[in-house]
């Protein structure tokens, strides 16, 4: 029998209290570009406000690496904990930071990982930011719940998938999750939708097509729009830059999205 699940009400934002608006990110399975989704339209938005990313996926914690700060280390003020700040007035927050090496896993029971979400939101003094963007682990298990549940009040959660039926079937219970734990409005973001041939132009539906708008119509989620495959992407990320703080196809795409995205958080989408 499914766990009934009690998510809090309007008003009841308890951790982050200095933060005018709240975006999970979140996918119901791993290797959909979930973590380069957020980094993206968080750096993209930070270009005129006031953001906070807070990398929540402690087994899989790549924030750091896609920003290129995976060197830095936590430090703790006053007895809270401090963002780390990137050249892309972006501030993080992230496991990753407090490991060894990146090579190091991260081998918890539940009780301790359950402890380290909740001190990464309750714990960090992020100073006055207009939103938080919280990248989630993959699923719909104790570790996105407690962090949906310690978050409270959380204006919009942006669900990815790929267009591919398998990432869909995953994606679906994502957003059922969302709604289960009462976030206000679930949006749906189809990745990597197309590829564009370098030879001779034409467009390659490698994973399918039109899978995430589908699926988003079908659960009455709003659909923010598709994201194609591009390599610059991938050169980027591997090498710590956003792609959208560059000059290229990826840089308008990523653009147009955050817009969007900052619209249906605020709830004009």
């Known amino acids: 029998m499914a766990e009934r699940v009690e998510p809090r009400g309007p008003g009841q934002r308890q951790a982050v209290k200095r933060a005018k608006h709240v975006l999970m990110v979140l996918s119901g399975k791993g290797g959909v570009g979930k973590s380069t989704v957020a980094v993206n339209v968080a750096a993209a938005l930070a270009k005129g406000m006031r953001v906070g990313l807070l990398d929540a996926d402690l087994h899989g914690p790549n924030v750091p690496k896609l920003l290129g700060i995976e060197r830095a280390t936590i430090s703790v003020k006053g007895g809270k904990i401090l963002p780390v700040p990137t050249p892309y007035n972006l501030s993080v927050v992230s496991i990753a930071f407090g490991l060894p090496d990146a090579d190091t896993p991260l081998i918890w029971r539940g009780p301790l990982k359950m402890k380290a979400i909740r001190q990464f939101i309750e714990e960090v003094d992020w100073g006055a930011l207009d939103l938080l963007v919280v990248d989630l682990p993959p699923g719909t298990g104790d570790e996105p719940l407690s962090v949906a549940q310690v978050l409270g009040e959380v204006d919009a959660a942006v669900v990815v998938t790929t267009p591919q039926e398998v990432a869909?079937?995953?994606?679906?219970?994502?957003?059922?999750?969302?709604?289960?734990?009462?976030?206000?409005?679930?949006?749906?973001?189809?990745?990597?939708?197309?590829?564009?041939?370098?030879?001779?132009?034409?467009?390659?539906?490698l994973f399918g097509k039109g899978g995430g708008e589908r699926m988003a119509k079908e659960l009455g989620a709003q659909f923010l729009g598709r994201?194609?495959?591009?390599?610059?992407?991938?050169?980027?990320?591997?090498?710590?830059?956003?792609?959208?703080?560059?000059?290229?196809?990826?840089?308008?795409?990523?653009?147009?999205?955050?817009?969007?995205?900052?619209?249906?958080?605020?709830?004009?989408?």
């Open 168 to 205: 869909l079937l995953d994606a679906r219970k994502a957003v059922g999750f969302c709604r289960r734990v009462g976030v206000r409005r679930v949006g749906v973001v189809e990745n990597m939708a197309s590829l564009t041939c370098p030879h001779c132009g034409k467009e390659l539906d």
């Open 227 to 269: 994201l194609p495959l591009l390599p610059e992407v991938v050169r980027t990320g591997d090498a710590g830059r956003p792609a959208v703080t560059g000059d290229s196809q990826a840089r308008e795409a990523f653009t147009e999205l955050a817009l969007k995205v900052w619209d249906f958080v605020q709830g004009n989408g």
